[in-house]
């Protein structure tokens, strides 16, 4: 048995790079040298930093093609879906950076009246190391969005990257390395569930996952111990509803590419579609017209192979199921595949309670169903446990269903857009997860809220002693009726 992570490309078959399994002694090696480079890390202010991350994201956008070519060859997706992703990460290196001095620097609060006489101010201080678990379908965009947040907020990180993509992992801590002085507050620790259990014992200040709602659970039970706290980004079953008044080319449009972009393999992919039955026959007409998608290992394919063999199994026995059950593919077909490429596939006449309908499909397949009224849609959208992202076309009502729907985030007339606004947190609700990543949210929940009072110089009756004058406690009745009564 090998003692090593082996990336392999679903490309190519060939073998991408190889990394040492780390053991426990590792893990905690690697979170003993990380406190130690955090001391450092934090004590350089927000200025210092700001311009030592900026360099870093420079020499990456030099480096851009590179790291396209990287993310390909480990996860085989589309050269397309590789930049765009590449673009995102850089984007919210950028506004982590830019925006961690004004989010937690020291600042003034109200006293109140009752405390007049006390100066009253909050800062957010970093928590020291920070333990990243990433994922594979996106190993640049989703880790660094725990990893320079948690960096611009003054925090060391120990990552662990999905075993299928270690190499796009190491890329990130060698590049960072020569803008912190020789410093290495990006640690790597290289293998499976065993070193994720490693590092959720290894004493970190916080552990950020993303992943399975399944593994989130033994994430959050291996962390239980050490009372560690986690944030989790979890699973999701994203839905779209399209109401009488869409634009319903744009968004039979936004529909196909939400599915289907990146083989389907994202967490806040579109995965069903809700379509008010007077639009319904001129939606689906438009879906089959937007889809001349075809997955290929080739350059011109306009998606990859599905990344790992396990999930080639899960999306064609979901597909499977809801045919056997009466479904009917109007694209594509149930079982398309050869190998690790998967067609893409659209199905209406699902059965509600279908895999397809009620599971994390995670891959390039949509499921469409017709609608009477937006109740019905709202419905049907929130009867999973899942709460992630979603999407919602309409002319007049976008916002209003948008607000009703059970999740962290919606774009309205568009797929997918908040996870391309940095100032917006990005996270679930339900089994989607809980925390956020991103925005003023995201650099706080890799710092701890420090709150500060100093007493002025005018003079109070002060109730924090036993030499209190007896008027006072005898005015509190009175003083209770006037202020709150």
């Not at 007049?116 to 800062?123: I, M």
């Not at 059950?325 to 309670?353: E, F, K, T």
Request: one cysteine or more; charged letters at 20%.
């Amino acid at each position: 048995m090998s003692n090593d992570v082996v990336s392999t490309s679903p490309l190519t078959g060939r073998e991408v790079g190889r990394f040492p399994i780390a053991a426990d002694h590792d893990v905690r090696r690697a979170v003993a040298s990380a406190r130690e480079d955090a001391a450092w890390w934090g004590s350089l202010g927000h200025a210092e930093r700001r311009k030592r991350l900026t360099a870093w994201r420079r020499d990456l956008a030099g480096r851009y093609e590179e790291i396209v070519d990287l993310i390909r060859a480990e996860t085989g997706k589309a050269t397309a879906d590789a930049r765009i992703e590449t673009l995102l990460a850089l984007h919210h290196l950028a506004w982590a950076a830019d925006n961690a001095r004004r989010v937690l620097r020291r600042r003034r609060v109200r006293s109140g009246l009752l405390m007049f006489n006390h100066r009253a101010s909050v800062e957010y201080r970093p928590l020291g190391v920070v333990g990243v678990i990433g994922p594979w379908n996106f190993p640049l965009f989703t880790p660094l969005g725990s990893i320079a947040y948690a960096l611009a907020a003054g925090n060391a990180v120990v990552f662990k990257p999905s075993e299928h993509t270690p190499v796009v992992g190491a890329f990130l801590s060698e590049t960072l390395r020569p803008f912190t002085s020789g410093r290495n507050v990006l640690h790597v620790v290289h293998g499976g569930a065993d070193v994720g259990a490693a590092l959720c014992a290894s004493g970190v200040q916080k552990l950020a996952f993303t992943g399975s709602t399944a593994t989130a659970k033994k994430i959050m039970a291996a962390c239980a111990p050490t009372l560690t706290p986690v944030l989790i980004e979890a699973g999701g079953k994203d839905a779209m509803i399209v109401d009488a008044d869409a634009d319903v080319t744009a968004a039979a449009r936004a529909a196909v590419w939400g599915g289907m972009a990146n083989a389907g393999q994202a967490c806040i992919g579109i995965e069903r579609v809700y379509v008010h039955r007077a639009v319904f026959d001129h939606f689906m007409d438009a879906v089959r017209a937007e889809m001349p998608v075809r997955a290929g290992l080739d350059d011109d394919a306009a998606i990859g192979p599905i990344t790992t063999g396990s999930q080639v199994e899960i999306i064609r026995a979901q597909l499977v199921e809801a045919v056997s059950r009466g479904a009917r593919p109007v694209v594509g077909s149930a079982d398309a595949r050869d190998g690790n490429v998967i067609q893409p596939a659209v199905l209406v006449d699902v059965p509600d309670d279908a895999r397809v309908m009620t599971e994390e499909t995670f891959g390039p397949a949509l499921t469409l169903r017709a609608v009477q009224t937006m109740d019905e849609a709202i419905s049907l959208v929130n009867s999973t446990g899942y709460g992630l992202g979603g999407a919602v076309f309409s002319r007049r009502n976008g916002a209003a269903i948008a607000g009703r729907m059970r999740a962290g985030m919606v774009s309205v007339n568009a797929v997918q857009a908040f996870a391309a606004i940095a100032s917006l947190p990005y996270g679930g609700v339900g089994e989607s997860g809980f925390g956020r990543i991103h925005g003023d949210e995201g650099l706080r929940e890799f710092a701890a809220a420090a709150s500060l009072t100093v007493r002025g110089p005018l003079p109070s009756v002060d109730m924090m002693t036993f030499r209190r004058p007896p008027l006072v406690d005898r005015l509190l009745p009175a003083v209770v009726r006037r202020l709150f009564g």
